[in-house]
């Protein structure tokens, strides 16, 4: 039926299949021999355009391709092959325009479906995307695992988790040996709030999860390490670079929101946080890279509005509730601010910085217990040349405790407390203050 089906469609559009569907493939040299043999060969040119994909002679391979559609503009897989070629130097436009033509020329063509999809998809347009992968899966004489990988990856970038779990798991029917699916279905059921099933789907994944991020770490790993090594201008390069080739990733305009940053132009940072979080609104790295900039332009409430957001995507993020806890301060919110603080450092612990703003927070609203035990850490963690601050400011609360404890009746508790005191800091004014206490 398919056969009959596919004569008749020829019948009535007689454009050429490639030589390609048929037979082995050739070298280079034997497609060069052929064309030198057949020049007038529409074919023959296809089959070299091939043999430079596959060899990544990309320009090569586009101009045997335009030679093919030249000699037949009705050669549906000359423009097929351009449009890879195309796809291939990162022109995304020009390869979808070619895709469009082949498509056009054969649309019972499932690859040229697929084809438009694909660069749709690297363009960030998910709904033509998902409109041709799924003409793409219709048309189809079998079950396709990227098909639907691919529509379950739009719908991901469309936050439509449950429809992106029903197409992952189509392509793991496909597929079932590919634990890189089971990553992805994992990763859609955190998304959609299933955690039960993201880590059952996560432990499946096994060594495939990891591979997946770190795919995902490897296409910008170049820009944050020119970043790191303070090369500011040559990571702004790379970041454009890796943002120019996948649109629809967040990660690498991040990239460029701190290094403009660093760079100390904290406007020309906010445009690309604006525009990373268009790209992904469900990534909690967006909101916070977004946040900290608005902190830098003096915008804390705007700040405090996006770490928030960071954190309902996100309540792992540590870094978005540390800010969170910073703003807080400075704004002399530190019942606010010690909330914050000590959900950081119950996975966080060993920073004697974060140590000493919460022991300073609970001074100011005069728990001075919890500041004593917090600025003890603090001490025992600190540079020397913070021991002096650290040692005064813990002096004050652990003094002020141990009054407390005396004016409640608690008078060993109080000793015992004036006693470690003095131990600790001996030289500062509230440890002679406590030493005149011991009886």
């Known amino acids: 039926m398919i056969l009959k089906k596919t004569l008749l469609l020829l019948s009535i559009f007689p454009f050429t299949i490639s030589a390609l569907a048929f037979g082995p493939l050739k070298s280079v040299e034997q497609c060069l021999e052929n064309v030198k ?21 990309y320009k090569k391979a586009l101009a045997s391709f335009q030679n093919a559609s030249t000699l037949n503009p009705k050669n549906a897989e000359s423009y097929f092959g351009q449009s890879q070629a195309f796809y291939a130097m990162e022109d995304y436009q020009k390869a979808l325009d070619m895709a469009l033509i082949a498509e056009g020329l054969l649309p019972f063509k499932n690859r040229y ?7 749709y998809y690297k363009t960030g347009d998910y709904d033509q995307a998902i409109k041709y992968f799924n003409d793409a899966v219709q048309i189809s004489t079998k079950k396709n695992a990227f098909y639907f990988s691919m529509l379950g990856n739009c719908y991901m970038k469309k936050n439509q988790y449950e429809k992106a779990i029903e197409m992952f798991l189509k392509s793991s029917d496909v597929k ?106 469900k990534y909690s790295r967006s909101f916070s890279s977004r946040a900290f900039t608005f902190e830098k332009l003096n915008d804390q409430n705007k700040a405090l509005q996006d770490y928030q957001k960071a954190l309902e995507i996100e309540p792992a993020d540590n870094f978005s509730r540390e800010r969170i806890a910073m703003i807080y301060y400075r704004q002399k919110k530190y019942k606010e601010a010690s909330f914050q603080l000590e959900k950081v450092l119950e996975t966080q612990e060993g920073n004697a910085y974060l140590y000493k703003i919460l022991g300073q927070s609970y001074i100011e609203i005069k728990e001075y217990e919890k500041a004593m035990d917090n600025l003890q850490k603090a001490l025992k963690m600190a540079k020397s040349e913070e021991k002096q ?45 406590a030493k005149n206490k011991i009886k």
């Open 176 to 281: 079932p040996w590919d634990k890189r699916i089971f990553a992805d279905i994992g990763r859609a059921y955190y998304k959609a709030g299933n955690k039960s099933k993201g880590d059952e789907y996560r432990k499946m994944a096994g060594e495939a999860w990891q591979t997946a991020f770190e795919e995902k770490k490897y296409a910008i790993s170049q820009g944050w390490s020119a970043y790191q090594k303070g090369k500011y201008d040559q990571a702004i390069k790379l970041f454009q670079q890796d943002s120019e080739k996948d649109r629809a990733n967040p990660d690498p305009l991040i990239g460029l929101v701190y290094s403009y940053l660093k760079k100390g132009k904290p406007k020309e940072a906010l445009h690309f946080a604006d525009l990373a979080v268009k790209a992904d609104d």
């Open 113 to 119: 479906k697929s084809q438009a999809g694909l660069i």
């Open 37 to 57: 043999k057949n020049p007038k060969s529409d074919n023959a040119f296809v089959e070299l355009g091939e043999a430079y994909l596959r060899s990544k002679q």
């Open 389 to 433: 601050y650290l040692r005064s400011k813990f002096s004050f609360a652990a003094y002020q405790f141990g009054i407390m404890l005396e004016k409640s009746g608690k008078t060993d508790e109080s000793q015992k407390i004036f006693k470690n005191l003095v131990e600790i800091a001996p030289d500062t004014k509230y440890g002679r203050l």
